[in-house]
């Protein structure tokens, strides 16, 4: 059974960092493209950031370019979003998902697997 399990959410003040981790089981982790999205209240989920299998590909919204990286170590089976000069407007729940593809995968609708999310919250 493929499992995403997220971590690192929490309460930040403006400017401030956070960092994401996201940790498959159940899948070739390698073998998987990943991605990052969030959620905000009334607002439809929106594209974060995502990697190909190997990292060597890697795609931002233009909300978050130049503050938040990802990465992935696919000898941990983890993703990481690192963020950073973080603004309120950053809120949200935010999740990872995975799809089998070697890849970059963009679609929120591409995507096959996905966390249960993790709450975000800048303070300004």
């Known amino acids: 059974q493929v499992q995403l399990v997220e971590s690192g959410g929490g309460l930040v003040q403006t400017g401030g960092s956070l960092r994401l981790s996201c940790t498959a089981s159940?899948?070739?982790?390698?073998?998987?493209?990943m991605g990052w999205f969030r959620q905000a209240p009334g607002k439809e989920r929106e594209f974060v950031a995502a990697?190909?299998?190997?990292?060597?590909?890697?795609h931002y919204a233009e909300s978050v370019k130049g503050r938040f990286t990802i990465s992935r170590d696919n000898a941990k089976n983890t993703v990481y979003l690192q963020m950073n000069s973080l603004k309120p407007e950053d809120t949200a729940v935010y999740y990872c998902?995975?799809?089998?593809?070697?890849?970059?995968?963009?679609?929120?609708?591409?995507?096959?697997?996905w966390g249960q999310g993790t709450q975000v919250t800048v303070s300004s």
């Open positions: 998902a995975g799809r089998f593809s070697l890849g970059i995968v963009i679609g929120r609708d591409d995507y096959q697997y």
């Open positions: 990697t190909s299998w190997s990292g060597g590909s890697l």
């Open positions: 159940g899948v070739t982790f390698k073998s998987y493209a």
